[in-house]
């Protein structure tokens, strides 16, 4: 597979721009999707340009299906055939207990984390599998050391939908591997993005960092080259497994 061309999607900022970056040098033809930071998303793809290499930023909410859909119509037009996805967008809210929890809430961090996930991947797998003529291809699901800790007293939903992608990724990647298709997840612990911002905490490595193995948080390059060997030849053989980022949790 010469020419690789890869979504990745909440590719403005954190862990997804730095997963642009990482795969632009290594060749990769990128779609930057974004939701609503545009001027970033923008910036990320003129990094790559001045660099070389190739990407384009198409906007697009993961959580609604038409958007979806249209996303992979416009790659189609204007990159050609999907080799890669980066399954990375996904939100957290603010901490929260069981009691704190609403029907609101759950359903809005299952939308983006779990639905958004699953419509990616459909539209990844509709374009890369041998029985629809494809070529093939890769799947990195990006779910977090919180699937495997529950994160109680904090964010036991976010928890629960990285749960999902944990069994979307063993499933999805039986269903398809004789399609040609990989399918893995790399499981991030705390990385030093905006994300905790989201959640309430912008300070939050810092401050529980001490309880790691490593004592420090991860920079979201760490995570990238992990997501860029998993998209690599060098992972051929590599389906249905979990690369833990977490420095020792
Ligand atoms: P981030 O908030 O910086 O990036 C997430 C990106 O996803 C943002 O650009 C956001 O706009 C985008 N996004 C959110 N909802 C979207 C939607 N509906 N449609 C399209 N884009 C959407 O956070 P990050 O830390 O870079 O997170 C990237 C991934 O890594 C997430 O799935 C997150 O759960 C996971 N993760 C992060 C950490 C951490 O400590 N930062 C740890 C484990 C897992």
Known sequence: MKNKITLITGGSRGIGRATALTLAAKGHTLCINYRNQ???AEEVVDRIQHSGGKAIALQAD?????????LFRQIDRDLGPLT??????????QQATIEQLDAQRIAAIFATNVGGSFLCAREAVKR???????????IVNVSSAASRLGAPHEYIDYAASKGAIDTLTIGLSLEVAAQGIRVNAVRPGLIYTDMHA????????????????MKRGG???????????????E???VTGNFIDLAGGK
């Open 235 to 237: 992972a051929s053989y």
């Open 84 to 93: 890669g996805l980066v399954n990375n967008a996904g939100i957290l809210k």
């Open 62 to 70: 993961i959580a609604e299906e038409q958007q979806v859909m249209a």
């Open 198 to 213: 989201d959640g309430g905490e912008p300070g939050r490595v810092d401050r529980v960092k001490e309880n790691l193995p």
């Open 219 to 233: 920079q979201p390059e760490e995570v990238a080259e992990a997501i860029a060997w998993l998209l690599s030849e």
């Open 38 to 40: 545009q001027a970033h």
């Open 128 to 138: 890369m599998a041998l029985r629809h003529g494809g070529q093939g291809g890769a």
